[in-house]
């Protein structure tokens, strides 16, 4: 199983989780385009594609989506936030606490905390990859979880390189508190990641830094000495192989 990064910012998000026969799109913020190009011009392998939230950097590609014939599931929040049209046959309304099954990957969605209607994290599991943990824009996560192979997870900011851009007059004091009320911090990330058990865990991938307010190679040392594993931040383009169960 691999994980290829098509967007990892605020200007887009969207992962396909994949091997050779399956593809899970996770996130749907970047342009159909994108997305055809990544997977060759063919959806024949796409089981469907999940969407945390409504907001435009990861769901502004569901309707295009939906009209290339891909499934896709989001909660009934992000549905109606969106107005989308929920009878839509190929739109798929999920649940906090329900297991539900996309192809070959079967998906458990849990509640975030994010400044949307009704987000949701994600453990999704696949025979190759095992359970994968994803959470992104939560500022908190209250669940924690056994049995975890591979996470991604959100590391947005440093409390301390934005309370100096506030400081120097860089970041303005809404913005600062926007994003401590909406986005996970690397303080919150390596708190996060500690809370769970870890011992099966082959890979942790740093997602949806901030431009300005993150330090990619800091947070990267931070959490693989925090927990041991191998550490990666996503950028757009991003393949990282051997996303697996196990180690090869």
């Known amino acids: 199983m691999r994980l290829v990064v098509l967007g990892s910012s605020s200007k887009g998000n969207c992962y396909l989780l994949e091997n050779d026969t399956d593809t899970l799109i996770i996130e749907c913020g970047v342009t159909i ?123 947005n900011f440093s409390q301390e390189i934005i309370e100096e851009r506030v400081r120097n007059g860089a970041s303005p004091d809404f913005l600062r508190n926007r994003i401590f009320k909406s986005h996970m911090s690397i303080e919150t990330c390596k708190k996060t990641l500690l809370a769970n058990d870890l011992s099966k865990v082959q890979n942790i991938v740093l997602i949806h830094l901030s431009d300005g307010n993150s330090n990619a190679t800091q947070f990267r040392q931070i959490i693989q000495a925090a927990t041991g594993k191998r550490v990666y931040v996503a950028d757009a383009g991003d393949v990282i192989d051997n996303f697996n169960k196990t180690a090869f």
């Open 33 to 155: 385009n994108e997305i055809k190009k990544a997977l060759n011009f063919s959806f024949d392998n796409v089981a469907g594609c999940i969407v945390s939230h409504e907001h435009g950097d990861h769901a502004k590609g569901i309707v295009d989506a939906l009209k290339v014939g891909i499934e896709v599931y989001t909660s009934r929040g992000t549905m109606r936030a969106l107005e989308l049209d929920v009878r839509h046959h190929r739109l798929h309304t999920i649940k906090e606490g329900e297991v539900f099954n996309v192809g070959p990957f079967k998906v458990m969605p849990f509640k975030i905390e994010h400044d949307v209607a009704e987000p949701l994290g994600f453990i999704i599991n696949h025979p190759e990859c095992g359970n994968v943990l994803f959470i992104t824009d939560s500022y908190y996560v209250k669940d924690t979880f056994k049995n975890i192979h591979n996470i991604i997870i959100e590391a």
